[in-house]
């Protein structure tokens, strides 16, 4: 794998931003809602693509840990999420499947990959297979709605063309010496 260094900060700075943004979050039944979070995650499976945003998604879960702003459950939920949205966009172009992704992978395959994590590691006995599902239904369909409005503006000024043009520059590059 040729690693795009382009990329790579980017995935550095989406991290440096979950993490610095993570006291905003939204006390939801047994998990704390991080709408920003899944904001990023949309973010990264458009312009980072599925292994980029797996690793940033990793890296703010890992370092909300060792600050002491995130839980466990940040694992499962947002690496769902990310590494799913990006997958379907990198196979459609659409973004309505990075949205679709974030959602599903989050909301609902997330929210059930929580329960072994809850139960084995935090000793919740009161979890069971559903009990994520709708805090974090609720959380990734907010954060994606501030994607959606973030990704309209940066369309309609051109941006979002400029960004891609630009982290997929290198790539190109990168090919053109290989050859």
Known sequence: ???????????????????????????VGASKCFPVQHLLNVLSGVFLGPGYALGFAFSTALIRNLLGTGSLLAFPGSMAGAFLGAVLYRCTRKLWTVFAGEIIGTGIVGGMLCYPVALLFMGNRQAALFTYIVPFLISTVG????AAVLLG???????FQYLKSILEEQSSMGKERSL
Do not use: E, H, Q
């Open 143 to 146: 954060g994606c709605i501030l």
């Open 1 to 27: 794998m040729k690693i795009n260094v382009r990329k790579l900060a980017l995935a550095g700075m989406m991290t440096a931003a979950g993490v610095s943004l993570s006291a905003f979050s939204i006390p």
């Open 153 to 159: 503006a940066l369309y309609r000024s051109g941006t």
